[in-house]
C-alpha cells in the first residue's frame, strides 16, 4: 500500500469581524443622515444683516368641515353657522396670515358651502380653498 504525504485539508472559515464592522459603520451612517448631521449638499452662503429685519409669520391653516347632513365643525370642534365667525375671528386673532381650507363631504349641500364661504370673507379671511382629492383614471 502506498501512502503519500498529503496536506491535511484546511476548514474553511468565514471572518465575521469584517463584517461587523461594515455592519456598524453603516449603521453609523444611516443614523448621521436621519439626525441630519451630514449638511445637505449645496451653496454655502452668508446671509446679509438687516438694521430692519421682520419676522414672517407661519401661514395657519384653519379646517372646516362640512358633512353631508348639514353639521359643521371647526378644527375638530362642532359648531353653528351662528358660531362660526367667533371661531374665526378668534382664530385670524391668534394667527395673522389665516387661510381657511374647506374639508366638505361631496354629499354637502352648495348652499351650506356658500354660507360658509361668505362668513369667512365677511371676516376678512380672503384666502379660502376647497379640499379635493385627485381623482383616478
Excluded: W
Amino acid at each position: 500500500m502506498l501512502n503519500f504525504d498529503e496536506e491535511p485539508r484546511r476548514r474553511v472559515h468565514i471572518e465575521i469581524i469584517p463584517m461587523i464592522d461594515v455592519m456598524m459603520f453603516l449603521l453609523v451612517f444611516f443614523v448621521m443622515i436621519s439626525l441630519n448631521v451630514i449638511p445637505l449638499s449645496g451653496l454655502k452662503t452668508h446671509l446679509p444683516q438687516s438694521a430692519n429685519p421682520e419676522r414672517m409669520e407661519p401661514v395657519r391653516h384653519l379646517v372646516i368641515t362640512l358633512a353631508e347632513d348639514g353639521h359643521i365643525e371647526a378644527e375638530g370642534r362642532t359648531c353653528t353657522l351662528a358660531e362660526l365667525p367667533a371661531v374665526l375671528r378668534a382664530q385670524a386673532a391668534a394667527h395673522p396670515k389665516l387661510d381657511v381650507i374647506v374639508n366638505g363631504d361631496r354629499n354637502a349641500r352648495i348652499e351650506e358651502l356658500v354660507k360658509v364661504m361668505d362668513i369667512t370673507r365677511a371676516n376678512g379671511i380672503y384666502q379660502v380653498a376647497i379640499a379635493a382629492k385627485k381623482a383616478t383614471p
